[in-house]
């Protein structure tokens, strides 16, 4: 048998016919047992005719481009001529025949006695490598879900593009109502914010009298102390945990916050808060037996993160006949159960507030969380992204940090914050901007977070300023106070009515309940689908959440994501609806809405 390299050489006995490169296998010979081989063909400038004998039972064919085929299997035949067989190119001193030569042989002993002085040493079947498909790629990124961006939003975007061809549809636009993006809804951005950045970003504009007079002076000496602590400006790299002057910044606000001390470097700026919960889950799983507990619904960054990085999804589920709380016993029993089945608990997400749910969690019920977690040794990860939207009366914003603190628990109790400025009232999003405030670590875990942070050199610098301004806007007597106030309240005002208003029209559908929305920007009401709706919607291979959302697309433009992309009890559906169109437009989005639904129901009956 045949050595399994796959050189091809001349020896020094060799004639003036070269062999070189890997040979491949390319299919079997016309003869019994035969096989063939491809191998390029080399040959001496000085010799540049390649009859020679070619040795018993060996049989040399020639492809040419047109794949005519020569074929010359007797005893003692040669190698066609290189002139007269294909495209030859010299090769400094030598010609290379083109595009391949095919040396076919009876079996592999003859292959290895065939050609004396020409040593063959030919692997076992060998192919071009195959182009890549989803098999070949890592699974873990197969398996995770991200509903928000998933098929339903796919299919929008092509009925938008369809719809801006002039293809005609029951509806004269597409309305995103699938994610939290406020400004590509029409949300206007907040002036302070980009006086700011654009002086950031374009540092001349300071040298035009004319300009510099329509800006405030605060606008001015913000971005005057920005710029003198961030060297290179807004297109250089920062410090990997974040500019120190942006550091600085959040941690007065978080300080101002809290009432308790905060680190800056414990603080990483990250764009908009995912990256960070990308670096919790590198951090925290080591394999499939660590588990995470969260909520259930929860945002579907958290399973698919889990899922990236190998670990286990384990969920907790939130009442939604309570207002969307949180069960502490529930959880005790959840662990418990993992736990006996050698799973190890590493940390416990929570949104507040809520997302999708929109629940504001009550201090008592954040104080139960902290205990539980203390007791058990647990791990804390809060997600506060939408701490400047809380809307019912009574309800308020506590940080997980300042109950720990207040608490009196260890200084060793573990809890990372996250925050973005891609929600509240600014709705920053395509700038990518967010932090994380890791707490209750030791220094050289903190460290390994700075290695993370260090392998993608530092988030953007217009998403740190931002998020600096953000959680540092202008105070009582300064010039933009009053202006950024009106905005400020103007924004969150009317997100309170648009969520009363969609609320309330939800509950006045046919099989519908919805909890008011307390917080952040979505409603996620409940619906009970109707048997021969489920049955069409397994017929066509599809959850029943699914198959209304799809069908509300078609008939209204309305996009809304599938309780299934969140996750839910068995036998309930869901769906998630932002509640961020314009007051006008939610007015459309409601009536659009209520005639779908009507005639679903009595389509389903």
Known sequence: MLAKSSVVRRTSSAPSLLVLGRVRRVGAGAGPGASRFS?????????????????????????????????????????????GSGRVRPVESAYVVEPEVVVEYADEEEAEEARPGLLLTIPGPVTPPAPLTVADINQKVVEAQYAVRGAIVIKAEQVAKELAEGVPKPFDKVVFCNIGNPQSLGQKPITFFRQVLSICDYPELLEN?????????????????????????????SESKGAKICRDQIV??????????????????????????????????????????????????????????????????????????????????????ARAQGK???????????????????????????????????????????????????????????????????????????????????????????????????????????????????????GQICMSLITNPPQPGEPSYDLYTQERNEILASL????????????????????????????????????????????????????????????TGIVVVPGAGFGQKAGTYHFRTTFLPSEEDIDNVVVRMTDFHAKFMNDFR
Not at 361 to 366: A, E, H, K, M, T
Not at 540 to 552: C, H, I, K, N, V
């Open 252 to 337: 007065q606000f978080l300080e101002r916050r809290d009432g308790y001390p905060s680190d800056p470097n414990r603080i990483f700026m990250t764009d908009g808060a995912s990256p960070a919960v990308h670096y919790c889950m590198k951090m925290f799983i080591r394999d499939e037996n660590d588990a995470i507990l969260t909520p259930i619904p929860q945002y579907p960054l958290y399973s698919a993160t889990i899922t990236l990085y190998g670990g286990s999804l384990l969920p907790y589920y939130l009442m939604e006949d309570k207002g969307w709380g949180l069960d502490v016993e529930q959880l005790r029993v959840t662990v418990r159960e």
């Open 209 to 237: 009298p004319a300009i510099v007079a329509t800006y405030p002076t605060d606008v001015i000496d913000r971005a005057k102390m920005l710029l003198s602590s961030i060297k290179g400006g807004t297109g250089a790299y």
């Open 344 to 462: 190890n608990v590493r940390a416990l997400v929570i949104i507040n507030p809520g997302n999708p749910t929109g629940q504001a969690l009550p201090r008592d019920n954040q104080e139960e969380v902290v205990k539980f977690c203390h007791e058990e040794g647990i791990m804390l990860l809060a997600d506060e992204v939408y701490q400047e939207n809380v809307y019912a009366e009574g309800k308020s914003f506590t940080s997980f940090k300042k109950v720990v603190r207040d608490m009196n628990m260890p200084d060793t109790f573990p809890v990372i914050s996250f925050h973005s400025i891609s929600k509240g009232f600014y709705g920053e999003c395509g700038r990518r901007g967010g932090y994380m405030e890791v707490c209750g670590l030791s220094d050289d875990v903190v460290d390994q977070f700075y290695k993370l942070a260090s392998v993608g050199l530092c988030s953007n610098l217009n």
């Open 496 to 555: 309170k009515r648009r969520s009363i208003k969609l609320v309330g029209a939800l509950n006045a559908l046919e099989n519908v309940t919805c909890n008011m929305a307390e917080g952040a920007m979505y409603a996620f009401p409940c619906l009970d689908i109707p048997a021969k709706a489920c049955e069409a919607a397994k017929a066509e291979g599809t959850t029943p959440d699914t198959f209304y959302a799809l069908r509300l697309l078609d008939a």
């Open 39 to 83: 191998v390029v063909m080399e040959q001496d400038s000085t010799n540049s005719n390649t009859s020679s004998n070619s040795g018993r039972g060996m049989v040399a064919v020639h492809k040419q481009t047109h794949h005519r085929t020569i074929d010359s299997r007797q005893q003692g035949a040669h190698v066609p001529r290189a002139s």
